[in-house]
C-alpha cells in the first residue's frame, strides 16, 4: 500500500527558530498533500494543501509567511515553521489523497510532534 | 463554513460492553471515512463510505452512512482492550477538491 514518511519524527526547537519537516511518498507519487495540526486530545485541523508545481493553498487563518509549504516534486512535500514560538507546538502529520483503484482512504505520514522552548 | 461534529469525546466501557461514535455534517458529504488514531499514533484508515444508507462491516465494526448523506455511526461490538484509541469521522464535501474535514473524535477506554 502507499506510505508517507515524515521526517523529523519530533523536534524541540527555541523561540525563534525555524523547523522543517518533510513528508515523501515512498512508492507514488503524490501531485498533492495535505498538512494538518493536531493539539493534544483534539481533532486534526487543515492548515493547507500543497500542489505540486504551483503554490500552496492556506485555510483560513493559517498564516502563509509563518508556515511555509513547498511541493518541490511529486514525491516531496515540506512545511517549514517559522520563527516559531510555544504557541506552535503541536502534532503536525501530513496526508496524501487516496491511491488505486478503487480510492481507499488518505495516507498519513507518522508525525512530527514540535516543541518549542 | 463545512462542519463534522462528532459525539461523544469520550467514552469509558467495561472489555465486552459495547460502543458507538456518532458524526453529523452540517451539509452533504460525497463520502464519509472513518479513521482510528492510537496514543501517540497517526490516523489510520478504516473504512469509506459512499451510498445513502450504506452499511459496511469489519468483523466486530459496523459502520453506517445516513440516508440524507449527512451522518454516520461506527459500531463496536463486544469491545476489547485493542480497541482503544480515538476513532475519527472525516468528511469530504461534493465538488470538494479533495479536503477532508475531521470530526472531533471519540476517545475509547476499555477497562479489562
Known amino acids: 500500500g502507499a506510505v508517507v514518511s515524515q521526517h523529523p519524527s519530533w523536534v524541540i526547537c527555541k523561540s525563534g527558530t525555524s523547523v522543517k519537516i518533510e513528508c515523501r511518498s515512498l512508492?507514488?507519487?503524490?501531485?498533492?498533500m495535505f498538512w494538518y495540526r493536531q493539539f493534544p486530545k483534539q481533532s486534526l485541523m487543515l492548515m493547507a494543501t500543497s500542489n505540486e508545481g504551483s503554490k500552496a493553498t492556506y485555510e483560513q487563518g493559517v498564516e502563509k509567511d509563518k508556515f511555509l509549504i513547498n511541493h518541490a516534486s511529486l514525491t516531496l512535500s515540506t512545511l517549514t515553521v517559522t520563527s516559531a514560538h510555544p504557541e506552535d507546538s503541536s502534532f503536525y502529520i501530513c496526508?496524501?489523497?487516496?491511491?488505486?483503484?478503487?480510492?481507499?482512504?488518505?495516507?498519513f505520514g507518522s508525525g512530527t510532534r514540535l516543541t518549542v522552548v | 463554513g463545512q462542519q463534522v461534529m462528532q459525539i461523544p469525546q469520550y467514552q469509558h466501557v467495561q472489555e465486552g460492553e459495547d460502543f458507538t461514535t456518532y458524526c453529523n455534517s452540517s451539509?452533504?458529504?460525497?463520502?464519509i471515512q472513518w479513521y482510528k488514531q492510537r496514543p501517540g499514533g497517526h490516523p489510520v484508515f478504516l473504512i469509506q463510505?459512499?451510498?445513502?444508507?450504506e452499511v459496511k462491516k469489519q468483523k466486530r465494526l459496523t459502520f453506517q452512512f445516513g440516508e440524507a448523506k449527512k451522518n454516520s455511526s461506527l459500531h463496536i461490538t463486544a469491545t476489547q482492550t485493542t480497541d482503544v484509541g480515538t476513532y475519527f469521522c472525516a468528511g469530504r464535501r461534493s465538488g470538494n477538491t479533495g479536503k477532508l474535514i475531521f470530526g472531533q473524535g471519540t476517545t475509547l477506554q476499555v477497562k479489562p
Open positions: 451539509t452533504t458529504l460525497s463520502n
Open positions: 463510505l459512499v451510498k445513502s444508507g
Open positions: 496526508s496524501a489523497p487516496p491511491q488505486g483503484a478503487p480510492p481507499q482512504g488518505y495516507t
Open positions: 512508492d507514488f507519487q503524490a501531485t498533492t
